[in-house]
């Protein structure tokens, strides 16, 4: 059974940091573009950051560029976003989706063929 499972999430200080995990586990992550994606309550899911399948060239929305960091360990079969100086405006459920085949990735949540249940990310003081 295919299966995604995040972890990672909790509650941070405005600047603080987390690490969410998406462990895979059913089939093999190198085969499968990978997204991360966000929902704030009354919004609409956005794409956070993706890897390729092609040649792992990451992506980033503008909005979190040089303060989250996307990465994977393929023992492990997980990807990780690494979160830092996190804002409010970061609050969010927190989810990680894959698209299967060597392919770019993109930021289109219908693309998706696979969902994490998601994490729950909150940023207040």
């Known amino acids: 059974q295919l299966q995604l499972v995040e972890s990672g999430g909790g509650l941070v200080q405005p600047g603080g940091s987390l690490k969410l995990s998406c462990a895979a586990s059913g089939f093999i992550l190198d085969f499968y573009a990978i997204g991360w994606f966000r929902q704030a309550p009354g919004k609409e899911r956005e794409g956070v950051s993706c890897?390729?399948?092609?040649?792992?060239?990451?992506y980033y929305a503008d909005s979190v560029k040089g303060r989250f960091t996307l990465s994977r360990d393929n023992a492990k079969n997980t990807v990780f976003l690494q979160m830092n100086s996190l804002k409010p405006d970061d609050s969010a459920v927190y989810y990680c989706?894959?698209?299967?085949?060597?392919?770019?990735?993109?930021?289109?949540?219908?693309?998706?063929?696979?969902w994490g249940q998601g994490t729950q990310v909150a940023v207040s003081s």
């Open positions: 989706a894959v698209h299967y085949g060597i392919r770019d990735c993109s930021f289109n949540s219908r693309a998706y063929d696979y």
């Open positions: 890897v390729s399948s092609i040649d792992g060239k990451k």
